[in-house]
């Protein structure tokens, strides 16, 4: 998770100098859907119901 805020925070400050706040909170956004699609959509390792 560390290395998830660290990459939103370098999206975070890329947007800031591009485009002000409103960049900055889109970049961000971006970052954390796309690390939740990635999530998702790759499964869960950790699944509970293995035996």
Known sequence: MV???AI???AATF???RYGVPG???SVAV???GY???KTLSGSKNDS???
């Open 3 to 5: 290395g998830v805020l």
């Open 8 to 10: 939103a925070k370098k």
């Open 15 to 17: 947007g800031y100098k």
């Open 24 to 26: 900055a909170v889109a």
């Open 31 to 33: 970052v954390l859907g």
């Open 36 to 38: 939740y699609l990635k």
């Open 49 to 51: 119901n293995q035996n």
